[in-house]
């Protein structure tokens, strides 16, 4: 574990080193899985040939365990709220231990500023309401206000919203910021490698998993290899025979926007609308810009990363419902990526079964299809990582194995490698 491997800025040929642990996928939840392996001791490599060009990048990063509740989906409710309970800790760690609100391009942009709920109509309220007596039987804090009330807050806020709720414990990053820190850190670190190169499969060696061969030829070894890269995953070749990775896309619309000076501050908390039953949020930044998202299709757009006609239009017309003076901001960028969405909406992670022998396959972890939430649980994927490296995981987070979809599990044959890469 303790060999050294050449420093990122001189890599001369990573494929002529074996790595304690190998990481596909450079996105945010990747990154703070390396980091966290980092911190563990063991080297690391990541593989990605777009760190950050994915999800990562459209995501606006709310931290909202709260707000982002959805009807029977208690499981994932408590690796959420594990995962906000673990952020400061996480984000104090890449800040250089100052934690919450660290102004300036070196930080992640965590803060702890709270999130306003607000419907636009009648319908809206009551759906709020519903959802509200739901969060409340789940022991979450989440306070009725008076518009009058809301609007104190939030002055700009339009008079016309039908009703307000105060949710304190759901926060925010710029994931951007996010992982310019982590790659920052890695890239300084002697023991981490960034590889620019697009994994093709895995590699396998006497029945175990031994790293990632790349496209074009190359390979990562690895004594551990953490598929992280999201909807790419279900492409790898050389996944476990018989192992079901069922992601779908879920394309959503995002724009950013800049606030003239004389608007600001626009807002001091997030808000996260309703408007006519669907969803709109506007997240305000401490640079004086707001994120307005985000739009769920599933439809195939033409091209990957094309922007919606419709979404744009729908998501500047709902929050300009709830923020009139959102038509007076200055709009600097939309952009489409797909989330890694799932049967259930919650993760796959965890190692893998062996069929019908109660063992798990050595070297394999699956750490993808985080859907809305991959920001808000890239603390606690990390953590659950480092605890498989580590020994036994909390038995807490085995309802999200990512075998829990595949079907035949009683044969060993089921879980051998479909196919072995090429590389
Ligand atoms: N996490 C919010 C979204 O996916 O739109």
Redesign the pocket.
Known sequence: MDAPVPPSAAPADPSAHRYDVAVIGGGVVGHGIAWEIRRSGRSVALIDDAPGSGASWA??G?L?PVS?LHYQEEALLALMLEAARLWPGFAAGLDGGTGAGQEGAGGTGYLTTPTLAVGADAADRRALADLRAVQQACGLAVEPLTVREARAREPLLSPGISCALDIPADHQVDPRRLLARIGALLRADGRFEAVPRRAAGLLWDGGRVAGAGLEGGGEIRADETVVANGLGAAELQGLPGGLALPLRPVY?D?LRLRVPPRLRPLLRSTVRGLVRGVPV?IVPREDGTVVI??T?REDAPTQSGAVSAGGVYQLLRDAQQLLPAVAELELLEATARA?PGTPDNAPLLGRVGRGGTGQDIEGLIIATGF???G??LTPVAAAVCRELLDGPPDPRWAAFRPDRFSARRDSAQDFSPKDRTTA
Request: hydrophobic letters at 55%; aromatic letters at 12%.
């Open positions: 995501a606006a709310m909202a982002e959503g995002i949020y998202g985000a769920q989330r859907f809305r939430h920001v808000l």
